[in-house]
């Protein structure tokens, strides 16, 4: 797979794999063996990016998948770009589904995540420290420069945030370079596309995650999709209700007809849709299967110009689409 490069130097692949649907918000938790043979195959195919993060677990095994990717990929540690994230805890207490968030960027626990995962990772550096969400509690200057400290010492390499929004941007920048920010982005999500500038002007990378709408832009979900309300996110997001299929019928239209233009699928051709716009954006799709690994993978490869790109964002800005999960606007 052809590689990107995300602020000042670090390489990855144009598409990155997202860890979290092995143990978290997409039903049961993978079979350990079954993670291990995904990841080794994602290798093979040209996958060199991995994200995970400290909480992407479940109640009874919170940290599982820092562990299973930290044992996956222990064979190509040196080959693999590896990203983690700290300052947030599940909620798991409350019952709730989707489980609630609690943010916690204070240093002293900025700290011990960072060793706690060092040490579930199997490692001793983490390629891309992400904070995971802004804690309002903590300034962006403090948070940056607990980052510079954990740089200097070597625990990290290169340092981003998730969920971010300019002024925090701009702030912890200033403090400490950011390598990415990770936020939601994909067609059906496109409010971070005010921040695309500021991201061109500070040299700063773009993570999309959920790049798929999670998992609807792919077309394979239609009407009548049951989820376990109790493992599985998507029972609560609204974009996979009857009403929202139908909603987002011409969406499914344009995501058709382009797959079929592009001898791509609407996986790819929704993923191309961003490869396209920037070099410096990077979809991280999340599969536990291998063959759909395999396909989203193959998002590198399709090409649309700067026009086939604008075509399709002046379709999406007119579209009318249901709601999406996470389609909040920035604050
Ligand atoms: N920073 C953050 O706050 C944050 C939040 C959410 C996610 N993330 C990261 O972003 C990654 C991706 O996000 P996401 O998993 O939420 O959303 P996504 O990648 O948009 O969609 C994932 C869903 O789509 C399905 N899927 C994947 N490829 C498919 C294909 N080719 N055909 C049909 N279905 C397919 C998967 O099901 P199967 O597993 O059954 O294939 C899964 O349910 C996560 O793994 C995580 O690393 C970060």
Request: hydrophobic share 20%; proline share 0%.
């Given at each position: 797979m052809e590689t990107r490069i995300l602020g000042k130097d670090l390489t990855v692949s144009a598409v990155g794999l997202g860890c979290m649907g092995f143990s978290h918000a997409y039903g049961a938790p993978t079979d350990e063996k079954e993670v291990i043979r995904l990841l080794h195959r994602a290798f093979d195919v040209g996958y060199t990016f991995f994200d995970t993060a400290e909480v992407y677990g479940t109640p009874e095994a919170p940290h599982i998948n820092e562990e299973l990717v930290g044992k996956a990929l222990a064979s190509m540690r040196e080959k693999v770009v590896i990203a983690t994230k700290f300052g947030l805890r599940f909620d798991?207490?409350?019952?709730?589904v989707p489980v609630p968030l609690i943010p916690d960027s204070r240093p002293e626990t900025i700290r011990k995540s960072v060793e706690g995962s060092l040490k579930r990772l199997n490692t001793d550096h983490i390629d891309l420290y992400f904070q995971h969400r802004i804690d309002p509690q903590v300034a962006p200057e403090e948070v940056a420069g607990v980052m510079a400290d954990l740089l200097r010492e070597g625990k990290i390499t290169h340092w981003g945030i998730s969920e971010a929004n300019e002024e925090y941007l701009r702030r912890a920048n200033a403090v400490c370079p950011v390598t990415a920010v990770q936020n939601r982005y994909s067609m059906m999500a496109r409010h971070y596309e005010s921040l695309l500038p500021i991201l061109e002007e500070l040299g700063v990378g773009f993570v999309a995650f959920s790049p798929m709408a999670n998992g609807f832009l792919t077309g394979k979900y239609g009407k009548g999709q049951h989820f376990d309300p109790q493992t599985d996110y998507r029972a609560a997001m609204p974009q996979f209700t009857d009403e929202a299929v139908e909603q987002n019928a011409a969406l499914l239209k344009l995501l058709h007809e382009m797959a079929a233009e592009k001898n791509a699928t609407p996986a790819q051709s929704s993923m191309a849709w961003m490869l396209c716009k920037k070099p410096w954006i990077v979809p991280i799709p999340g599969t536990r299967k291998k063959e759909r690994m395999e396909e989203n993978a193959g998002a590198a490869r399709v090409r649309l110009s700067a026009r086939e790109v604008q075509t399709l964002d002046d379709a999406l800005e007119k579209m009318e689409m249901s709601c999406v999960f996470g389609g909040t606007p920035v604050s």
């Open positions: 798991f207490e409350s019952r709730k």
